[in-house]
């Protein structure tokens, strides 16, 4: 008998118990996140977006102008991950910099195929929302987001 085999066998081959997580509110918000994160990725990898970056694409495509650092603070990421987000994005010709009133930053706005792409994009994320919601009806939707907006609030 291999030492993984009997007791060390592997637990989820087996219903796993969660004791007090079954209970915890931000358990299963957490568990949300990772389920729709991981399906977001998915959906939208051929485009190379993430969440994340989907975000920071509408917030530049509904806000011209904004930095760096406006990301950064929006979204509650360290500095150095909205950079990366940004190279991402400017990799993928879907956001340019220009120059801005503040010498020490960049304004972003959307490049011309950036521009082009989002209605498809918006479009695909749109059809994403409408499978993850499937089970629920438009008025569990709101119900949930308006729920969603009031923790800790």
Do not use: C
């Not at 969660?18 to 990725?41: E, I, P, T």
């Not at 990898?45 to 990301?71: V, W």
């Not at 089970?135 to 987001?145: C, F, I, M, R």
């Amino acid at each position: 008998m291999s030492a993984r085999a009997g007791r060390f066998a592997d637990p989820l081959s087996r219903p796993l118990k969660y004791g007090v997580l079954d209970r915890l509110l931000g358990h299963a918000v957490r568990q949300a996140k990772y389920r729709v994160r991981d399906a977001f990725d998915e959906a939208m990898s051929p485009f190379g977006l993430t969440t994340q970056r989907f975000t920071a694409l509408m917030l530049i495509a509904e806000n011209p102008g904004l930095t760096q650092a406006d990301i950064a603070k929006v979204m509650g990421i360290a500095r150095s991950g909205a950079a990366a987000i940004v190279v991402a994005l400017e990799e993928r010709d879907l956001v340019e910099r220009a120059p801005s009133a503040d010498a020490r930053a960049f304004a972003l706005a959307l490049s011309p195929h950036g521009r082009e792409a989002l209605p498809d994009l918006v479009a695909r994320v749109e059809a994403h929302e409408r499978s993850l919601s499937r089970n629920l009806s438009p008025q569990e939707v709101e119900t949930l987001k308006a729920l969603l907006a009031r923790i800790g609030g």
